[in-house]
């Protein structure tokens, strides 16, 4: 059974960084595509980035410049790195994982099989 477990989360003040993490067990992490999604309370859950197998790497025009995705399979641990975060960052962030997906469907939730619980993330002064 495949489990991806986010962490890293938290209250960050406008300007700041926060780096979250996502542990997969029970598949072969290497071979699936990551991505994290986002969702603020009465809004849909939205692509943030995605990281292929191959190592390549897509963003979110929101967050493009700002946020860093990567991977260390020899940990099966996938990162986003998030910076100069502002108030339209606050949201629930969830990475999903497939080894399946074709390239023109990582950034649509649907098309991927696991996910994790989320992790907040809430930016305020």
């Known amino acids: 059974q495949v489990q991806l477990v986010e962490s890293g989360g938290g209250l960050v003040q406008p300007g700041g960084s926060l780096r979250l993490s996502c542990v997969v067990s029970?598949?072969?992490?290497?071979?699936?595509?990551i991505g994290w999604f986002r969702q603020a309370p009465g809004k849909e859950r939205e692509f943030v980035a995605a990281?292929?197998?191959?190592?390549?790497?897509h963003y979110a025009d929101a967050v493009k410049g700002r946020f860093t995705i990567s991977r260390d399979n020899a940990k099966n641990t996938a990162y986003l790195q998030m910076n100069s975060l502002n108030s339209d960052d606050s949201a629930v962030y969830y990475c999903a994982g497939d080894s399946g997906i074709i390239l023109s469907s990582i950034r649509y939730p649907q098309h991927y099989d696991y996910w994790g619980q989320g992790t907040q993330v809430t930016v305020s002064s």
């Open positions: 029970g598949g072969s992490f290497s071979r699936y595509t």
């Open positions: 990281i292929r197998y191959s190592r390549t790497t």
